[in-house]
């Protein structure tokens, strides 16, 4: 089992970027995958998932700013994240989850996390 994020980079305030996770080693199309961030001294935070039908949820600290989307065909999950601000500086790792009966938001509803990939907003 395998996710890997990729992506992330420096941009400047109010710039973009688009992360990806690739999928490998698991019925991917069963799993909801959800997006998850960690800043320097802070907790995790999730912030959006998609699951295994479509549905897309998103953390108040970035709906209207973040897409989230996913392509079965290539078992990967994409976060187009637009408009962003110093405090989305974080590591950002991807995750998946086989939990369905409500939207998965917490750490311990996943069962497989990727490695991380870091996100810098800085001018």
């Known amino acids: 089992v395998q996710l890997q994020a990729s992506g992330g980079g420096l941009v400047q305030p109010g710039g973009s970027l688009r992360l990806s996770c690739a999928a490998s080693?698991?019925?991917?199309?069963?799993?909801?995958i959800g997006w998850f961030r960690q800043a320097p001294g802070k907790e995790r935070e999730w912030i959006s998932l998609?699951?295994?039908?479509?549905?897309?949820r998103y953390n108040v600290n970035v709906k209207g700013r973040f897409s989230i989307s996913r392509d079965n065909a290539k078992k990967t999950v994409f976060l187009e994240m637009n408009g962003l601000k110093p405090e989305d500086t974080a590591l950002y790792y991807c995750?998946?989850?086989?939990?369905?009966?409500?939207?998965?938001?917490?750490?311990?509803?996943?069962?497989?996390w990727g490695q991380g990939t870091l996100v810098t907003v800085s001018s």
């Open positions: 998609v699951t295994s039908s479509g549905d897309t």
């Open positions: 995750a998946a989850s086989r939990v369905s009966v409500v939207p998965p938001q917490l750490e311990y509803e996943y069962d497989f």
């Open positions: 080693g698991f019925t991917f199309d069963d799993y909801a």
